[in-house]
């Protein structure tokens, strides 16, 4: 074998492996390419999950304060509830405090 078909059998093995590698190449782009309608729908349901999870955190704010609302307003009927038992407590005693007084007055006979 001479030094020119030595030359020329390794271009040709060179070549033939350079399209191999950008066949190879090429059928793996091939079925590995995302199509536009994939990045679209991707983007869509990116879109979709920020849109959810706004609503979430403005449910769980809305939550949070009408909690603090219901807690608010159930310490306000406490105290008013305790203001009323007290009253209450304050009349059976001052009507007590009458029956022994009209029983005093007026004896029963």
């Not at 030595?6 to 090429?26: D, E, H, P, Q, R």
């Amino acid at each position: 074998m001479s030094r020119t078909e030595f030359i020329i059998a390794t271009a040709i093995i060179l070549f033939v492996a350079f399209c191999m590698g950008w066949f190879a190449n090429w059928l793996i782009h091939r079925f590995t390419r995302v199509s536009k309608s994939d990045v679209s729908e991707l983007e869509r349901m990116a879109q979709e999950l920020h849109e959810a999870e706004e609503t979430r955190d403005q449910a769980i704010t809305y939550l949070q304060q009408r909690e603090a609302e219901l807690t608010n307003q159930i310490s306000q009927t406490e105290a008013e509830l305790n203001a009323a038992m007290e009253g209450l407590r304050d009349a059976r005693h001052e009507a007590e405090e009458l029956r022994a007084y009209i029983e005093r007055v007026h004896p029963t006979q």
